[in-house]
């Protein structure tokens, strides 16, 4: 069999039902297996960055894997923003490059990059295949290394005469890696001294991470929650792990997140972190916690563990097979003076500038969306004051689902990574959030869009700006804006109907909701672009 | 925290590209290497490691961790006085005129190192040992004038 129809058909037997990509000369092969094997979709993007996003948001959209590809050189390189994106944010997802002919890597050959090289901080693991052999292991490594521990991406480089060769192939094999063996059970001795502690707590917190949402846990998360009267607190990634509408839920950490969730988290004597890096966002350059706080740090990677904090009890393994033996054996701890102290901390929304009836206020908008929508839509923020505005102000209850790059803070990831969310989970409602800097870094996208015919809604908030940066410059250097304000923007809606997207402009708060009925009756894409304000910042 | 020399065994895949990876991984992380040897074990697929690097004890947690993390590495044992032997080859070609040549033969003879060369000029001077050895070794050489000097950095291996 060719290489290339065995790695389609390595898909296809992984339930990967679509891919994204772009062909080129050293990836051809794969493009003519794709042809013969009609049970593997293929989305045709615009530019390659946007495949691996359209990846990444279709792995986290059907809790899978996703899968993305390009050809050798620029095809490769224009693939690693995102995939340094899906690696900071532990997505399970493959990458196949093409590469220029075996006999002649490393003769600086047309459209010859080392992409392996290149992409070795950022991929969970890569590999470049010179012998045709290796391919039935090193997909069945891929893929088990990609899915399973901490999840990441795994790059397969091929050349094109590998791509071509013939092998004799029925299935993948079983594989064994000897130096891969994550470990999934909690230690028994240290989930005992955690309950021991978390039972001497009187003001105990779940800090929970986007772990929860990788390792599929947010059933046993609330499980756990509700059996021992724990509040929890979100990081930006773990917003959708725990719903915000129940009385135990707090609020969001972290540099963007609510001053009220770090008064009540510096509070806590008991801090129980399930799946967080506790990375310098989310904890305010490593000040959130009380030292005084017994801090038990749940995660699947021991390298993320004793990191950033010394002072506590470590405990490796999958978080939802932990929580579930932690559900067996808690009792309720009385936490109801904790939780009154909470609410009363707690207020119940976000402060909104007073607007005039000239502009959207982008927080209103996002309150007016999460009205019209399912209980179990997706939304897909970009990077800047939409990303904390869509975090803060969109309460992720029910099976909501909030994606954004929060690790890399990729801009331009919104618009792509929505279009791979339709495809992983195709009954959903998806919106795409983002500003008016990030949709013009993957602008045609809007192409891939309307190719797609997806049902999808795009809510573009359009204050002229790069709204962020601009804020940091008026924190960080006295408001001495420079960069940061377009001298010129085009007409987004005009834009959107040039790729053939029905599209409509939204002035003023009062036309919102008629605008996301129009877009949640369409039967195609959808395209909001909303005038806001561009004195509102993210929290004020 | 105590900052102090810290000896590692790895033992990796022989993989293209695994060499690479770790010693990207150190400078990616911004930690040292003061040396690292690496050569075939028995098992022509694996190879052996050892690194040595200065750092403290939280650091050094977090190394292992982020080796232990490269798929292609197999098992990390750290190596310490007490438990392991450690060499390193060192090669160090000195001025040696006709007066200094018999003085350095007598050091060498002391330190059991051998002679592989002579010229009219110089003298190069092969010599394994652990690291207090060594540096014995380099404090007594040094007065006669080094011409140049390699180590290949220190191997270990467990006692026992």
Known sequence: MRVADIIIKAFETQGITTIFGYPGGANLPLYDALRLNTNVKHVLVRNEQAAAHAANGYARANKKIGACMATSGPGATNLITGIATAYMDSIPMIIITGQVKSDLIGKDVFQEADIVGATESFTKHNYLVKNPTEIPRVLAEAFYIATTGRPGPVLIDIPRDVLEARIPFSVLPNISIPGYNPTTEGHAGQIKRALQKLNAAKRPIIFAGGGVIAAKATKELQAFANAANIPVINTLMGLGSFPMDSPLFIGMVGYHGQDYAMEIISKADFVLIAGSRMSDRATLNFKALSPQADVVHIDIDPAEIGKIFNHQIPMVGDLKLILKKLVEKITPLETKDWLEEIAQIKPKLDPVIANDSKTVSPKIALRILSEKLDNDAILVADVGQNQIIAARNFPYNGNRMYLTSGGLGTMGYSLPAAIGATYGAPDKQVVSVVGDGGIQMLIAELGTLKQSGHKMMVMLFNNHRLGMVRELQDTQFNSNYYAVDWEFTPDFVKIAEAYGLPAVRVTSNAEVGKAIDAALAADGPYFIECMVDPEENCLT | ?160
């Open chain 2, 1 to 160: 925290m105590v900052v102090q020399k810290r000896f590692i065994s790895l033992l990796v895949e022989n993989n293209a590209g695994v060499l690479s990876r770790i010693a990207g991984l150190f400078t990616r992380r911004g930690y040292n290497i003061e040396s690292l040897t690496v050569g075939e074990t028995e098992n022509p697929r694996i190879s052996r490691m050892t690194i040595v690097m200065t750092c403290d004890s939280a650091t050094f947690e977090q190394i292992k961790k982020q080796l232990n993390k490269l798929i292609e590495v197999i098992k990390i044992t750290e190596l310490k006085n007490d438990n392991a032997l450690m060499r390193e080859l060192i090669l160090i070609k000195l001025k040696a005129n006709d007066n200094d040549r018999s003085k350095l033969i007598e050091i060498s003879n002391i330190f059991r190192a051998k002679i592989i060369d002579v010229t009219m000029s110089t003298m190069t001077i092969e010599l394994t040992g652990d690291e207090i050895k060594v540096s014995g070794f380099l404090e007594m050489m040094r007065p006669f004038g080094i011409v140049e000097l390699i180590r290949t950095g220190f191997c270990g291996i467990e006692r026992g």
